[in-house]
């Protein structure tokens, strides 16, 4: 029956027989095939009266999971749990006593006659069970889905008590997870308490069936996280929940039951949902080739993810600073409190309701939806019927769509305070929040109305001639510029992406000439391989870099297509601003926001600017950094890979604040690319991944890696490349790695940083991260989603691995410098490299 004993049964009737040579080769081989039979048919079972010691496993029909005792890892305390039958280290996903462990091996599983389920100890008291109602012809089975049921005989369609319905912190595919509303019973997965104690954890997932149902995480009792209501295609607040080749998800309710699941497209993939003893719910994936589980999704990506963070009628926005701020028509309570510290206190009405029939609805859009506590629902009604409802009664606060496929459908109203709102760039969800008259400007749009009226037709006459001549003079003038950029940079009219870069705000020619002072070399800032960098003034005060393309330069008409093409419509406060370009003739010029504190090697690598950087300040732009990579990677409107970060590409504005640059050696990805191949390797000696470097491999792997230098670079204030030191001929990457194996990590650091303001555990996290990032196989290496986590969190990290380029070196190298803007340093050099394939 069970595997271990089966093998010392065998074993012993075998050497048996051959002592006594007593029994006919007819007999022996009725037991070799009786002794299969058994072998191969019943070892994903218990029978009622069997049992299971310690030591002795079942094991499900196809391989896939195995139940039997276990320790956690650096614990004696022994189990009984089901893990993974086929993957090299042990990953166990459900355990029967996890609060009342056995202290020796001496325990034993059983089934009852009755259909109990349980775990004795060696003196035979019961240290945890499962009661059934009576069951005829209990048996227990193993599925392949990792489930293990009791039925009664051979009916496997309905189980009389299923592992599935009580998760521990593994949510498998073809699990449950939510509520029985005839039985009552809810499936919520709970973390362990730490790797080597599976206990109940401090962390809860669950859906809170409280108003409209919602997926949430608990630390004790307190919500400290909200994934947000199902809309019928995500989470409202996970917009990084799509559809993939991996698996399907799906959200079910009725009138029985309201729970979520998924399952694989593919037999061939392992992936499970686990909460972490750090209270992060992580989708996991099995890499078989490097026997290791793969990050592949994080519900909590950043601070705005912390429940309520900033309060009633505020919004929360990671691109903004301070991310906390009011929703339109609403005010703070206290006009510091962001400013100081989070607070709950949130916002008020500019305006208060008094129930009057002129009172309307605002329209909010691209946001997670608030806490659904006080809500109500109704699956059938329209949005028009939904409206109607919520205004005829005063206490309702705000009204969407329930389901937003198709065309939308059902209803879904708040009561009172809106809680625990965020603003996404894409994937969000449009809200309708009850508003004052006044706030609606009803009047107002009233008596333009009547004006409209008045000098409609006045108008149209003078604004037909208007628009003649301006469509007239706008398409000369577009022709003239689109000439020029064809016939510079071949421009591709049937490309449509191309078609979007001239909607670039561009700047007159003799207005850059004035603002940069007939660009003159006092107001130069640097140069680069695109051309020289000027600082000027507009006539309303802004201050602007211009980036003029050298007539010299090998790499600038490539460069300036693509730097448009890239960041011309992103957002992010951590991407310096592209503001307009210019082109007149040969002049090419592309026209930034001034970053008045230059680039970051301008000050980790300058002897006295370099104690301007306190350790706070360092931490606050490596976080910066990683912020702005990964709305590149993730949450921009394309894949974005840099392939150029480094040092003097990461700009610093008046309040320290890191913003990434030049963009022109940048490429995009569609939503399904993962990495591509290039004969034209771009990037800069000492930042670039050996994959890239070596095979011209690129994916956003090797910003990572790049990331991970600039790391090491700001916590140490030493150039990678140019690193020297008298015991060995590592370079800082390496000279880091070797520091970490020997526990000196500390030894890295800068020593200008004052030891009193310096925070251990974020220089130790901020070096480890480093190096998880510089990894030499990029499959080894996070995603900047993780990386973000793991800057902004406290739970253990995976050890490193060996670095990319760990070799001995001979002699220093020696390069030239650029910089995007900012003092002409003695940085990397930055080459263009053609590759033969």
Not at 576 to 584: H, M, Q, Y
Not at 592 to 613: A, T, W
Request: aromatic fraction near 10%; charged fraction near 25%; glycine fraction near 8%.
């Amino acid at each position: 029956m069970i595997r271990t004993r089966l093998d010392e049964k065998w074993s012993w009737l075998t050497a048996s027989m051959a002592e006594e040579g007593r029994v006919t080769k007819f007999w022996f081989a009725i037991v070799v095939l009786s002794a299969v039979i058994t072998c191969t048919t019943a070892v994903d079972t218990i029978h009622a009266g069997q049992t299971i010691k310690d030591g002795e496993t079942i094991v499900s029909a196809q391989d896939s999971f195995e139940l039997g005792f276990f320790s956690p890892v650096n614990s004696r305390n022994r189990y009984v749990g089901i893990w993974y039958k086929r993957i090299s280290n042990r990953t166990v996903v459900w355990v029967a006593n996890r609060n009342t462990p056995l202290t020796n091996t001496s325990g034993e599983l059983s089934l009852t006659l009755q259909g109990t389920l349980v775990i004795r100890s060696a003196t035979g008291n019961v240290i945890w069970s499962v009661t059934n109602s009576s069951v005829g012809n209990p048996i227990g089975r193993l599925l392949d889905t990792g489930n293990f049921i009791i039925m009664n005989g051979e009916d496997l369609e309905n189980p009389v008590w299923q592992s599935f319905d009580f998760p521990t912190d593994t949510f498998l595919p073809g699990m449950k997870f939510g509520k029985d509303l005839i039985t009552g019973l809810e499936r919520r997965f709970t973390s362990w308490k730490n790797d080597g104690d599976p206990s109940d954890g401090e962390f809860t997932v669950s859906i809170d069936t409280q108003g409209y149902p919602q997926m949430v995480v608990r630390e004790g009792s307190d919500i400290v996280f909200r994934a947000g209501p199902w809309n019928g295609v995500r989470f409202t607040g996970t917009p990084n929940l799509k559809p993939n080749s991996i698996y399907r998800f799906g959200f079910v309710l009725d009138q029985k039951e309201m729970y979520y699941h998924f399952e694989l497209i593919t037999s061939s993939v392992i992936t499970r949902l686990v909460i972490k003893p750090t209270g992060s719910f992580e989708r996991l994936l099995w890499i078989e080739r490097t026997q290791e589980w793969f990050l592949y999704l994080t519900l909590q990506t950043d601070n705005c993810d912390r429940y309520s963070r900033c309060g009633p009628f505020a919004s929360c926005n990671i691109n903004n600073s301070p991310s906390c701020g009011c929703l339109k028509g609403f005010e703070p309570v206290s006009e510091d409190q962001w400013a100081v510290a989070d607070s709950s206190q949130g916002c008020r009405r500019s305006t208060a309701l008094d129930c009057a029939a002129e009172e309307g609805f605002r329209r909010y859009s691209d946001i997670k939806l608030p806490d659904t506590k006080r809500s109500w629902f109704n699956q059938s009604m329209n949005l028009e019927e939904c409206e109607r409802v919520c205004k005829r009664n005063c206490s309702c606060s705000a009204y969407t769509t329930q389901n937003i496929t198709g065309t939308g459908s059902g209803c879904l109203l708040w009561f009172g305070d809106l809680i625990d709102i965020r603003t996404f760039t894409e994937n969000g969800q449009a809200i309708y929040i009850r508003m004052a008259a006044s706030e609606l400007d009803n009047d107002k749009r009233s008596s333009v109305k009547r004006r409209v009226q008045i000098v409609v037709p006045i108008l149209s006459v003078l604004l037909i001639i208007l628009l003649s001549l301006c469509l007239f003079y706008g398409f000369k003038r577009r022709k003239r510029i689109q000439g020029t950029l064809e016939e510079d940079i071949g421009y591709d009219h049937d490309n449509e992406n191309s078609q979007d870069d001239l909607e670039l705000p561009l700047f007159d020619f003799s207005i850059l000439h004035k603002a940069t002072d007939n660009f003159s070399d006092n107001n130069k800032l640097g140069e680069g391989g695109f051309g020289p960098v000027y600082k000027g003034v507009m006539e309303g005060g802004q201050e602007v870099a211009v980036k003029r393309l050298s007539r010299t330069s090998t790499q600038g008409l490539d460069e300036f297509k693509n730097e448009v093409v890239c960041i011309s419509k992103l957002q992010h406060r951590n991407l310096v601003k592209l503001l307009g370009c210019c082109i007149k003739g040969a002049d090419i010029m592309l026209v930034y926001e001034y970053m008045p504190n230059k680039g970051l090697d301008s000050f980790i690598f300058d002897g006295n600017r370099r104690k301007v950087l306190d350790w706070g300040t360092r931490f606050d732009i490596i976080k910066g950094i990683a912020r702005g990579l990964l709305y590149l990677h993730q949450d921009s409107r394309l894949r974005i890979i840099h392939r150029d970060l480094k040092a003097s590409n990461i700009l610093l504005d008046n309040d320290m604040i890191p913003k990434i640059s030049d963009f022109g050696m940048a490429r995009s990805f569609g939503g399904n690319e993962i990495e591509a191949n290039t004969n034209r390797v771009v990037g800069t000696y000492g930042y670039m991944a050996p994959e890239y470097a070596g095979d011209g491999i690129f994916s956003v792997k090797s910003d990572v890696y790049s990331f991970g230098v600039v790391v090491l670079e700001i916590v140490s204030g030493k150039k990678n490349r140019r690193f020297f030191h008298k015991e060995h001929t590592h370079n800082l990457v390496g000279h880091a790695w070797a520091l970490h194996k020997e526990g000196k990590s500390l030894e890295l650091v800068e020593n200008f940083i004052d030891g009193k303001s310096m925070n251990l555990q974020e220089v130790m996290r901020s070096i480890h991260v480093g190096l998880l990032c510089v990894q030499q196989r990029p499959e080894d290496r996070p995603t900047m989603a993780y990386v973000v986590l793991m800057l902004g969190s406290e739970g253990k990290l995976p050890p490193p691995k060996l670095p990319g380029y760990f070799y001995e070196k001979t002699e220093t190298n020696t390069g030239s410098s650029t910089s995007t803007y900012g003092k002409d340093s003695t940085n990397e050099l930055t080459f263009t490299m053609l590759k033969a394939r």
